[in-house]
């Protein structure tokens, strides 16, 4: 039982200490029979233990629940704005041969090509077609390509 509670003490400070990291705005905690409960992170939460119960104290309101029970925990962000997600409609392709091209990019973009030693082979500033090429320059082995919205690797043999 103490093992739980420290597992689950832990697990609580690591989320409230990283969710304002994040500028989340509140913490959902659900119960299992699905009541929830929404406590605003701007009242700085705390978290203690009774015998039988984690209390969660935030602002004026404190709220008890049965250690016997399972609990999960939600950080939630409440937008300000409805915006498109940038690259919403967009589909990014790259084809590899003696350079990488990539299209579907957003332009303006920044995509480079490295090593797997972490050496830049080449950077390129993607074109207002939404396009790029780097020159691999006949080099073979493990790179790395990165772009504002993919990353991946890949071997040339």
Do not use: C
């Not at 990283?18 to 701007?42: C, N, P």
């Not at 009774?50 to 937008?79: R, S, W």
């Amino acid at each position: 039982m103490k093992k739980v509670l420290r597992t689950l003490t832990l697990a609580l400070l690591a989320l409230f200490a990283s969710t304002t990291v994040r500028a989340a705005d509140h913490v959902k905690v659900s119960e299992k029979d699905g009541k929830t409960t929404i406590f605003a992170l701007s009242d700085d939460p705390t978290v203690t233990f009774t015998a039988t119960d984690l209390v969660i104290t935030a602002g004026t309101k404190t709220v008890n629940f049965p250690l016997t029970e399972g609990l999960t925990f939600e950080i939630i962000t409440e937008p300000t704005a409805i915006q498109t997600a940038p690259n919403a409609s967009r589909d990014v392709r790259f084809t590899l041969d003696n350079s990488v091209k990539g299209e579907g990019l957003q332009p303006g973009s920044t995509v480079a090509v490295y090593r797997i030693d972490g050496q830049t082979v080449g950077t390129a500033t993607v074109n207002s077609n939404g396009s790029v090429e780097i020159p691999l320059n006949g080099l073979r082995g493990i790179f790395i390509v990165k772009s504002s919205t993919k990353s991946f690797k890949f071997i040339k043999k």
